[in-house]
């Protein structure tokens, strides 16, 4: 008689995540989520500057085709102290490009808690929940928080005119029919 | 004692928070734990101080001296792990507390409509009177909520 083979365990399901610095504070992302990682320096020469009233995350934005990406400071998003940021990563699916210090390293995550619900504030939309890598518990964020429906309206509404080949404001110029 | 008298009683957790003494009803506590690494991270919920990990579970820690008080408590010893009740949900929240918890039985007198919400009865223990409190009017939760449409369970990792 054949004995049936034990059967295996089935690994667990896990999640890459990128554990980043701000202001000495960890986080983690989704590796999924993140389109782009690039240098801060690099989105300068392509920014454009923008003012939002009291909407002081966001200074700058960089025109790709029809899409307007917004760099956020992750520092005054999270009530940090203010920091330039090093790195931006380009967050999909959104408008986001948020500025971090830097990255800590790269992790699997096996299991990711709610937020408790004794936290009750706008954390609740910046996370999607905590989690413990190496017996550090790092909330994980999510990367439709960073900017809401109605700081995205706003934005849109302070977006400085486009410009055109010359250099040239367009605003105020009427389209021949 | 009657056997009525006897029924009446209920056991409660007393703890020390600076120079007061609170009661808890000890059906409401789930642990006495030791000072541990509390994690911090940005938030806006001013009550809440941080999480410890228990048991493979993350717990907010909700400093309520500050609200009973009106002193923040510089020396803790012991963190006590309370059960807070969202609708028909639990989830445990550790408060800081100071000195020695102790297990009595003792006749609750239900709180009165003048009583502040945390106040859930009162109980008379060695000619102290005791404020029962009320875990769920004392710690932070959906009723100041801002965000709406937060997740309510646990999440498994996506793969």
Not at chain 1, 102 to 114: H, N, P, V, Y
Not at chain 1, 118 to 128: A, D, G, N
Not at chain 2, 32 to 61: D, N, Y
Not at chain 2, 138 to 156: F, K, N, R
């Amino acid at each position: 008689m054949r004995v049936a083979a034990p059967a295996k365990p089935s690994p667990a399901r896990t999640e890459q995540i990128i554990v980043f610095r701000i202001c000495g504070e960890l986080f983690a992302v989704s590796s999924a989520s993140v389109q782009e990682v690039r240098s801060s320096d690099s989105f300068s020469g392509a920014s454009t500057e923008i003012f939002a009233p009291g909407l002081r995350k966001v200074r700058h934005v960089v025109r790709r085709g029809d899409r307007s990406l917004f760099i956020v400071s992750g520092a005054l998003h999270f009530d940090l102290p203010p920091s330039p940021g090093t790195l931006a990563f380009v967050l999909r699916k959104t408008r986001t490009a948020l500025l971090v210090d830097g990255i800590e390293k790269m992790a699997a995550m096996t299991r990711l808690q709610a937020l408790p619900r004794s936290f009750c504030h706008e954390e609740r939309r910046w996370y999607r929940g905590l989690t413990a890598i190496d017996q550090t518990v790092i909330p994980v964020v999510h990367p439709e928080g960073f900017l809401s429906p109605e700081e995205l309206a706003l934005l849109d509404a302070s977006m400085p005119p486009p410009v055109n080949r010359d250099g040239e404001s367009t605003e105020g110029t009427v389209v021949a029919p | 004692m009657t056997v009525s008298a006897e029924l009446e009683l209920q056991s409660f957790v007393l703890l020390r928070l600076g120079e007061r003494r609170f009661a808890v009803p000890a059906g409401q506590i789930a642990e006495l734990v030791a000072p541990c690494r509390v994690f911090k991270f940005p938030h806006r919920t001013s009550q809440i101080e941080g999480v410890i990990l228990r048991r493979g579970r993350i717990v907010p820690v909700c400093d309520v001296a500050e609200t009973l008080t009106g002193k923040r408590l510089m020396s803790r010893r012991l963190y006590l792990l309370a059960v807070r009740h969202y609708g028909a949900q639990t989830e445990w929240v550790a408060l800081p507390v100071t000195g020695e918890c102790e297990l009595i039985n003792a006749e609750m007198t239900v709180a009165a409509e003048s009583d502040a919400p945390h106040v859930a009865g009162w109980l008379s223990h060695a000619g102290d009177v005791i404020e029962v409190l009320n875990i769920d009017a004392i710690t932070p939760g959906p009723g100041e909520m801002h965000a709406e449409g937060e997740t309510t369970v646990a999440l498994e990792a996506r793969p």
